[in-house]
């Protein structure tokens, strides 16, 4: 089965700062990668779709990128609301999700 | 709008089973794939397997061969997920979600809210 390897694991950032999350398939997914957030407590939501779409109502600082096995998911300026853990998915089946990156507020 | 919701929490002794509920509203339910994703404390997100609300179809990942069924009622618009044989390490939040698509090459569009499953002696 490919593998989803995110990094780094957790991660510290200041409000302001651009922060990337990488996401590397074990073998080429095309672009069906897709980005969650997942906040403290909270249900999971879709971010980012086939590598870079962005979800409806997602707000603009949240881009991705890449296609084949590297991706990114880039935030250009942390607010506080961003505090959560990140996942990637693959969505061609199985159906396998990246291991997850905590972020948190410097 | 498009809601998923599940039954409440569960707590199990192991060995035995535990089957969850996920009662869809707001769309058409024959046009989505339902996917059930599970959460142990403090850890990520585990895909199990999905159901076509369609055809009926299942595709489960690999360590729940044979522990586990997917079920859809679509008179109900309602999806069930049976785990059997439980041990400790079940212990998790499951999750239903919605497929964006009737095949499974869509991402996660929708949640439920999570069902607690707790399976303890």
């Known amino acids: 089965d490919i593998q989803m390897t995110q990094s780094p694991p957790s991660l510290s950032a200041s409000v302001g700062d651009r922060v990337t999350i990488t996401c590397r398939a074990s073998q080429g997914i095309s672009n069906y990668l897709a980005w969650y957030q997942q906040q403290p407590g909270k249900v999971p939501k879709l971010l980012i779709y086939?590598?870079?779409t962005l979800q409806s109502g997602v707000p603009s600082r949240f881009s991705g990128s890449g296609s084949g096995t590297d991706f990114t998911l880039t935030i250009s300026s942390l607010q506080p609301e961003d505090i959560a853990t990140y996942y990637c998915q693959k969505y061609n089946s199985p159906l396998t999700f990246g291991q997850g990156t905590r972020l948190e507020i410097k | 709008q498009v809601q998923l919701v599940q039954s409440g929490a569960e707590v199990k002794q192991p060995g035995a089973s535990v089957k969850v509920s996920c009662k869809t509203s707001g769309y058409t339910f024959t046009s989505n794939i339902i996917i059930w994703v599970r959460q142990a404390p403090g850890q990520g997100l585990e895909w199990m397997g999905w159901i076509s609300a369609y055809t009926g179809n299942t595709n489960f990942e690999q360590k729940f061969l044979g522990r586990v069924t997917m079920t859809t009622d679509t008179s109900t618009t309602t999806a069930y997920m049976e785990l059997r044989s439980l041990r400790s390490d079940d212990t998790a939040v499951y999750y239903c979600?919605?497929?964006?698509?009737?095949?499974?090459?869509?991402?996660?569009?929708?949640w439920g809210q999570g069902t607690l499953v707790t399976v303890s002696s």
């Open positions: 086939a590598a870079s």
């Open positions: 979600a919605r497929v964006a698509g009737i095949t499974p090459r869509y991402p996660i569009d929708y």
